[in-house]
């Protein structure tokens, strides 16, 4: 059984581009959560996806926005780099109420 | 607004001690608390969920508990190997129904000398 995998596990990008960053949920899960961990922090909810919406959202800006497909998986854009977004972005999946599991995150470096 | 607190930020213990990492949150009204290891620039692995309902879990050497009135809860580790070097962060889950969101410590760095 796999479990939560994301990707790309690196990526370098420039201020002012945008990224998309992807993440299949563990078998059997139907919500993704996003989360950005900066260095030395831990991590902060960005958003929630649950049957394709949008159901819960944290202090991110609109620049952050997300997209859930029918077979659950999601994705995360950011548009407008900035160098404050460089951080490792970890995806999570679950039932809505359940424990959740972690994939290995994607490192974001903005230059 | 929910605060995770995790004190020590950094621990340093010479191996085969047994040893406590402590979580405290602020509000109460939680759904679950979940304690996850973190090595460097990896994801979380999930160590341990405890239902509000629940006082402790129990995996292999590790033991958490919870006590919802005092807003804390306890990892307790018993002797400590260098592969438990990792950073620990609990995750507190806020019983509000439906779909919530999660939030963090900032965790605690343990590091164990062989």
């Known amino acids: 059984d796999a479990g939560v995998t994301q990707s790309p596990t690196h990526l370098i990008k420039t201020r002012g581009q945008q990224v998309t960053l992807r993440c299949s949920p563990k078998s059997g899960h139907d919500t993704v959560s996003w989360y950005q961990q900066a260095l030395g922090q831990g991590p902060q909810f960005i958003f929630q996806?649950?049957?394709?919406?949008?159901?819960q959202r944290g202090n991110f800006p609109d620049r952050f926005s997300g997209h859930q497909y029918p077979n659950y998986s999601s994705e995360l854009n950011v548009n407008a780099l900035l160098l404050g977004d460089s951080a490792l972005y970890l995806c999570a999946s679950s039932f809505p109420t359940g424990e959740a599991f972690f994939g290995q995150g994607t490192r974001l470096t903005v230059v | 607004k929910q605060e995770v607190t995790q004190i020590p930020a950094a621990l340093s213990v010479p191996e085969g001690e047994n040893l406590v990492l402590n979580c405290s949150f602020t509000?109460?009204?939680?759904?679950?608390l979940q304690w996850f290891r973190q090595d460097p620039g990896k994801g979380l692995t999930s160590l341990l969920l405890?239902?509000?309902?629940?006082r402790e879990q129990t995996s292999g050497r590790l033991n958490a508990s919870l006590d919802k009135s005092s807003g804390r809860s306890t990892l307790y580790i018993a002797a400590s190997q260098p592969g438990d070097s990792a950073t620990y962060l609990c995750?507190?889950?806020?019983?509000?129904?439906?779909?919530?969101?999660?939030?963090f410590g900032t965790g605690t760095k343990l590091q164990v000398i062989p």
């Open positions: 995750a507190v889950r806020p019983r509000s129904g439906g779909y919530q969101k999660v939030t």
């Open positions: 996806y649950y049957e394709e919406e949008e159901r």
């Open positions: 509000d109460s009204a939680i759904y679950n």
């Open positions: 405890i239902q509000s309902s629940q």
